[in-house]
């Protein structure tokens, strides 16, 4: 191999180039490189005509320019005129600069386009390579179009060059990834898949990649490459490794070709040939043998490939899932890997072995090497190696080693990554739950759980235990008497404090008959944890009393005490404070039989998956797999009947006020789905909220549309209005774009609680005007007496649109829930642009529009005054130009505008002909989309 | 394969070649991302890592590290094995390639490269047909360096 010319021609590159490494700051290289942008600009845009050498130099130092992670903004089209060079180099050039920073310029994709359509005809194979690199390193779409049916041609052709070919196939397999709908193989199909049968092993290698892709969205169509492919490899397989020249690496025959076929094999069934099949086990029986063989050489790259093609055989045979024998040798042959001294190898192996442990011919193979495993949880130093053997605990855990494979993971979480922990809490949680064969062991895990991380303990896994426990009795007394005992530590984790109120506030009966654990000393208890807690805890807590004032008459006073005392009754906290005067004026005025009905032991949550599997299901990761047959196995066992994934609170909510429809969606997605700016109710009411929601509940009012009509033609103005509540608008639109600023008024002298607002989009309108997002600023919940807060709404107006979106309200004023939903006035005219035209334009126009379905008319009864300013104001307020002089008729009125939308501008024209003696008016639209003329007509024919 | 880096110890981007379309501010992005995790390393630890929904393969060959991100279902050894493979034909082509072949020459590094890998896949694995590939490129190269413009190009490979 020569030397490389080093200066062959591009000095002033190179220089540049050093100039650059020499420079000692940032500064210094950006003040560099912006001298030499303004040099190469100057010489692009100057009067001489650069020749290609010059033009080659320079834009390979704007591209170096660019990979050092500078912006460029020029020099484009230099770098096409290289395309067309003659000169190689300046060529190969012109097409790297275009492959990395041509996206998809279209200006210049046509005469990219050009260039290489030139170069694929070129019959030089040189030159059709380099186009077809360039196709496949843009990859675009226009791309695509143009060269999609080219290519499969030039693929195909009996005297096409092999590295053409290589390249052909690859850049197809480009496109068909960008755009599968361009690229139709139809005619060539069977002509492709043979190219597995081809002498040439680069070729072979390139098309096999190509056919991989097409076979995994047409199986049917390629399924002869099967035994093509188990041909191929057999001859691989039992070659001797110098057979393959230099295909051959580090003494392993085509180790790519070889990975890629058992690949390719993947998007199969096992083949039904018998035939066929019996080569394919052959070969992998062959595979598996030689992974026993003393390695041929002491390189690494010597046992990567072999052990490559190893992985590769034992993801078939994974696959086909239906070879016991191959199974449990694969396994086997894991489990050496799992104590080899190369960690790479430690880590595939408990990768690949997570997927094994999920057959059930190798399951019980999987779990003999258990200890393995934990030790490599224990031991290794590399943190993705022990995420691994975790996942694989994970996967090879059923009910006979599970209570060894928790405790593991447990101590394991003491000292785990912090990356991982909420992670291992989740399916520590899920294997507990899973395998529980006493509940006893469960809530001791649970609680464990807690101690250990309790900060990654998300609200899924606690609100799990709660619903285990009020679902199965057998373990409530066992729950109450464990939170009591794990509460008594000093320092105990937020999260404990509110299974352990929670519970307690259920269930705190079954253990109050031990003077160690009275009523009194778990009221004392749970009320010392009190001051260190959080807002929500303390409203979960607040609720316990309430249940312990029902539980236990004895603490009534105590209890009584406690809500009384100025931190509680007066506390800033809204939700704090209206708990305990709600809880102080329940306990003393209810009578026992009300506080009993009330305050009664939570009904059983109903059978619902899992929201922890859910949880993990949504954290991606190779438990992925094994959490689909968990659940599997749930749906069949259903080993617990606990379930419901409704979070502890939405129950309680429900159970207090069985006219509340519950929601039966998880908490979380409530949540989720709360507006912006939603009242701290939903975070606060745990366990009982009596008050909560049970007044007299405002019928969710049918959509109020009263105030719609009149905001046709203005943009300001008061909206809706009753005893209680005043909304007004205020509105400004340019173009597509619209602003509303909405204004709520309080009437009263009472606050209105829990205020929120939502605006929503009805069915066909939610394509249509998409971003209909609250601004930034979401509405207060609480909205004081006389007060008047506001509250900005962005609109986008994609397209031509019917519906108005709406306005949904809801506040509490004194105890009733108040409901409220308007129309908002958002109305296709008001993203008029007006337009003034002369009379003759105007009726040109019209006559353009003259086919029947862009016409709209309606003849209508004047409801209002038909004196000419009214009408002149309304017309203006519509967002048309109003043309004088147009109109033959002087009594007439004539109107032209343009509605912007965001993809397109309908152009509209109409007329209003008023008959004063009739009393009558007739309305002609014609717009140049019929469903504008039709919207436009109904919505004015009201207004006249 | 989803995309290769090739970055220095000093966490310097030496090469970059992306298989799938991202926008420029994207790649920044990753290629930040990516530099600083495979950096903090250590250097026994394995040679694969889970990153977003990909698998990274990395390796450092003198003061270069280079890195892959490849699919789910994509061989990690195989991974290691073109990066080897690259640093081979590198190797051959520059005669003991360091890290200022590349950064002088990153034109060849890209040429070599796409001779290699198109699209992200293997598209030739011998090293004799690269290099040979390469060779006649450069041959061409002398060829119309000599000023003879125009001249229609009718031999080669």
């Not at chain 1, 845009?45 to 912006?71: N, P």
């Not at chain 1, 600069?97 to 019959?123: G, P, Y």
């Not at chain 1, 791309?143 to 005297?159: K, T, Y």
């Not at chain 1, 180790?255 to 019996?278: F, H, I, M, N, T």
Request: charged content about 20%; glycine content about 6%; proline content about 4%.
């Amino acid at each position: 191999m020569p030397a490389v010319s080093k200066g062959d021609g591009m000095r002033g590159l190179a220089v540049f180039i050093s100039d650059i490494r020499n420079c000692k700051s940032k500064e210094a290289e950006i003040k560099r490189i912006n001298k030499e942008l303004a040099n190469i600009r100057s010489k692009f845009k100057g009067d001489k005509a650069l020749d290609g050498y010059s033009k080659k130099k320079y834009v390979c130092k704007l591209l170096f320019i660019f990979l050092l992670g500078h912006d460029i903004d020029f020099g484009h089209m230099e770098a096409v005129n290289l395309l067309s060079s003659n000169k190689y180099t300046e060529k190969q050039i012109g097409y790297l600069f275009i492959s990395v920073l041509v996206n998809s310029n279209s200006e210049l994709i046509r005469l990219i386009n050009n260039a290489i359509k030139n170069d694929l005809s070129s019959r030089n194979p040189t030159f059709m390579c380099l186009a077809l690199h360039c196709i496949a390193n843009v990859g675009s779409r226009e791309m695509a179009e143009a060269f999609a049916s080219e290519i499969p041609r030039i693929l195909v052709a009996g005297d096409t060059m092999d590295s053409v070919k290589q390249s052909a196939a690859l850049c197809l397999l480009r496109l068909y990834k960008t755009s599968p709908d361009l690229v139709l193989m139809g005619e060539w199909t069977s002509r492709v898949v043979h190219l597995l049968n081809d002498q040439h092993m680069g070729v072979v290698t390139a098309a096999i990649s190509l056919i991989t892709c097409l076979s995994q969205k047409n199986p049917d169509e390629f399924k002869t490459c099967v035994s093509l492919a188990v041909s191929r490899l057999s001859r691989i397989v039992s070659s001797a490794s110098t057979d393959l020249q230099d295909y051959t690496y580090y003494f392993v025959p085509a180790p790519w070709l070889s990975c890629k076929l058992l690949r390719l094999l993947q998007c199969y069934p096992p083949p039904e040939d018998g035939a066929v099949k019996g080569r394919l086990v052959e070969c992998l029986e062959t595979i598996l043998n030689k992974a026993q063989e003393p390695p041929k050489s002491k390189k690494v790259q010597h046992s990567n490939a072999k052990n490559a093609i190893l992985f590769e055989a034992i993801s078939l045979i994974i696959h086909y899932d239906s070879e016991p024998n191959l199974l449990v040798r694969a396994c086997n042959q894991l489990g050496q890997f799992l104590q080899h001294r190369e960690t790479n190898l430690r880590y595939l192996a408990l990768e690949s072995m997570c997927t094994l442990a999920s057959s059930e011919f190798s399951h019980e193979a999987v779990k003999t090497h258990i200890e393995t495993v934990i030790n490599a949880l224990k031991t290794e130093r590399d943190v993705s190696v022990r995420q691994r053997a975790a996942d694989l605990l994970y996967a090879m855990c059923d009910r006979s080693n599970a209570k060894q494979i928790v405790a593991e993971m447990l101590s394991y979480l003491e000292t785990a990554d912090y990356s991982i922990r909420e992670e291992m809490v989740l399916k520590v949680a899920i294997l507990a739950e899973k395998y529980a064969v006493d509940y006893s062991w469960y809530v001791d895990t649970i609680l464990n759980l807690i101690r250990i991380a309790g900060d990654y303990v998300s609200e899924e896994v606690w609100y799990r235990v709660i619903q285990i426990v009020i679902n199965r009795d057998d373990v409530q007394g066992y729950a109450a008497k464990t939170v009591f005992e794990a509460l008594q530590a000093p320092a105990c984790h937020e999260n404990m404090v509110k299974v352990g109120g929670y519970i307690l506030g259920e269930f705190g009966n079954l253990i109050a008959g031990d003077p160690r654990s009275s009523p009194l000393v778990q009221f004392n208890l749970l009320h010392s944890k009190f001051h260190l807690c959080s807002v929500p805890t303390r409203a979960l807590l607040l609720s316990a009393y309430i249940k312990f004032i029902n539980l236990f008459p004895e603490t009534k006073a105590t209890i009584q005490e406690v809500l009384r005392c100025d931190s509680q009754i007066r506390n800033s906290d809204v939700e704090l404070q209206q708990r305990a005067v709600e809880y102080l004026k329940l306990s003393s005025i209810a009578s026992t039989d009300v506080l009993a009905t009330v305050l009664e032991e939570m009904p059983p949550f109903p059978e619902r998956e899992s929201s922890i599997l859910a949880k993990l299901k949504k954290k991606k990761g190779p438990g992925a797999v094994s959490v689909t047959e968990l659940e599997d196995s749930k749906r069949e066992g259903g080993e617990l009947n606990g379930g419901g994934d409704r979070g502890p609170d939405t129950a309680a909510m429900a159970a207090s006020n069985a006219s509340t429809p519950s929601p039966s969606a998880d908490l979380l997605g409530i949540r989720s789905a709360a507006p912006v700016g939603a009242a701290p109710a939903s975070a606060g009411s745990l366990l009982v909220d009596v008050f909560s929601e049970a007044g007299p509940i405002a019928p969710s009012a049918a959509v109020n549309d009263d105030g719609f009509l009149r905001f046709v033609c203005k943009n300001n103005g008061v909206l809706f209005e009753n005893q209680l509540l005043q909304i007004g608008i205020k509105s400004e639109y340019r173009q597509n774009l619209g602003r509303m600023y909405l204004f709520y008024g309080n009437k009263t002298s009472v606050q209105f609680a829990s205020f929120t607002t939502t605006v929503s989009c009805p069915g066909e309108l939610q394509s249509h005007i998409l971003s209909m997002h609250l601004c930034t600023k979401p509405v207060e919940p609480l909205v004081e007496g006389g007060a008047q807060i506001q509250q900005v709404l962005n609109i986008e107006c994609l397209t031509d649109f019917s519906d108005a979106p709406l306005l949904n309200i809801k506040f509490r004023y004194g105890g009733a829930l108040q409901n409220l939903t308007l129309k908002l006035p958002v109305t296709i005219n008001k993203f008029f642009q007006p337009t003034e035209m002369t009379s003759s334009d105007f009726f040109q126009r019209w006559k353009q529009l003259s086919q029947p379905q862009q016409e709209a008319q309606k003849i209508f009864k004047a409801n209002h005054s038909m004196d000419t300013e009214v009408l002149k104001a309304k017309l203006l307020g519509l967002g048309t130009a109003l043309l004088d002089n147009v109109d033959p008729n002087p009594e007439n009125y004539v109107c032209a505008g343009v509605i912007q939308t965001k993809g397109q501008q309908v152009g509209c024209l109409l007329r209003l002909e008023p008959n004063a003696q009739a009393q009558m008016y007739r309305l002609t639209l014609r717009c140049s989309k019929d469903s504008v003329s039709r919207r436009l007509c109904e919505l004015l024919a009201e207004q006249f | 394969m989803q995309f290769m880096l090739l970055f220095s110890r000093q966490g310097k981007l030496r090469l970059q070649k992306w298989y799938v379309p991202l926008s420029d501010k994207e790649k920044k992005k990753i290629t930040r991302e990516l530099v600083q995790t495979v950096l903090a390393r250590k250097p026994k630890m394995c040679s694969f890592l889970e990153w977003r929904d990909l698998k990274i393969v990395y390796k450092r060959y003198a003061s270069l590290y280079f890195c892959c991100a490849i699919e789910d279902q994509d061989n990690e050894l195989i991974t290691l094995e073109i990066i080897h493979r690259y640093v081979e034909l590198l190797d051959k082509y520059f005669g003991s390639v360091c890290e200022l072949d590349i950064i002088f020459n990153f034109e060849k590094a890209y040429f070599i490269l796409d001779e290699f890998l198109l699209g992200g896949e293997a598209q030739e694995t011998s090293k004799k047909n690269v290099l040979k590939a390469i060779e006649q490129a450069d041959l061409l190269q002398e060829v119309s360096g000599g000023g003879q413009i125009g001249l229609p190009f009718h031999f080669i490979c």
